[in-house]
């Protein structure tokens, strides 16, 4: 097959067939194509005669491995343990994040006794935290735990209240927010609110404190802490809810549109908060297999604890 002055990305993916054109590109923006041991950095190039080499990376397991990763935990037994998850650590594997999971931590405290009817990937997990949020998580250890809490969740038979700190505040300063939630028409990578089609997702709130009160009466807040407690569990609902009233999460890159006032931005600084300020501080269940009811309450992790401690003084 003569390649030699076609494009280079389509010229590789002719000539190797199990590796697609995109596939291609992104070796050669990896830097793992060669000709002639020069690396190849432009995929639009032409093919010239030479010999090439493509260095693919080893294949990643399937199977997540045990981790020695410190484990917060509020409870256990035969079936279930409950943890205090840390921001910046995700629920389970995916991509872009192999290892250092909750999973990962999980199969090394937990070892052949983790429930296995989540899959390979998703061993003992019921619920899910984003990996920036923090809080209370519970896993199943037993299948009997799993199958049980995971119609608890189904049936939104379960207490869940987050703490989050927002810009301005909600109003009113209690209420109801109920919205159909789906992908966004325009970045299939975030949530929405929806005029129509979505999932029904329902949140109540109330205003816990007001921060940076203007002196004049009914101007907003800088920021405010809001308790949020969940009816429904759909993807980054408290996010997108509370964007929605106009009062996004501090520091949420996502849903956070419009930047604070200069104090609010100049305490979430000096914090050290480099997420979205949002702690799943409540959840209670009847535990599946015994019967008794469970509930776990935990304070505000460390960065923001400062930040609110911060906002106060504004």
């Not at 054109?21 to 032409?46: P, W």
């Amino acid at each position: 097959m003569t390649v030699a002055g076609q494009r280079l990305d389509k010229a590789l993916a002719d000539v190797v067939p199990d590796l697609s054109r995109a596939r291609i590109q992104t070796l050669i923006a990896e830097g793992a194509v060669s000709r002639d041991g020069a690396v190849l950095t432009n995929g639009s190039s032409k093919a010239a005669v030479g010999t090439y080499a493509i260095a693919l990376p080893p294949v990643a397991s399937a199977t997540p491995l045990p981790q020695a990763i410190p484990l917060t935990v509020l409870f256990e037994d035969a079936d279930l343990i409950v943890i205090e998850k840390p921001p910046g650590m995700a629920a389970h594997p995916a991509p872009g994040t192999a290892d250092g999971t909750l999973v990962n931590a999980l199969l090394y405290h937990c070892g052949a006794s983790l429930s296995g009817i989540g899959g390979v990937a998703r061993p003992g997990i019921v619920h899910r935290l984003d990996k920036d949020t923090s809080g209370v998580m519970v896993a199943a250890k037993s299948d009997r735990a799993h199958a049980g809490l995971s119609k608890l969740f189904a049936a939104h038979d379960i207490e869940r209240t987050y703490i989050a700190l927002t810009r301005g505040a909600p109003s009113p300063e209690r209420g109801r927010i109920e919205t159909q939630i789906g992908r966004s028409s325009s970045d299939r990578k975030k949530m929405a609110v929806l005029k129509a089609g979505g999932r029904n997702a329902v949140t109540d709130y109330i205003v816990q404190a007001r921060y940076g009160v203007p002196a004049k009466a009914g101007t907003a807040p800088l920021a405010a802490r809001v308790a949020c407690t969940l009816h429904t569990g759909r993807t980054h609902q408290i996010r997108v809810h509370l964007a929605s009233k106009g009062s996004p999460i501090l520091g949420d890159a996502v849903y956070g549109s419009g930047s604070p006032a200069g104090a609010v931005k100049a305490s979430i600084a000096e914090a050290g908060l480099t997420r979205q300020a949002l702690h799943a501080a409540v959840l209670g269940f009847v535990h599946p297999v015994t019967g008794d009811a469970l509930r776990f309450e935990t304070a505000l992790p460390p960065d923001m604890q400062t930040l609110e401690t911060l906002l106060a003084a504004l």
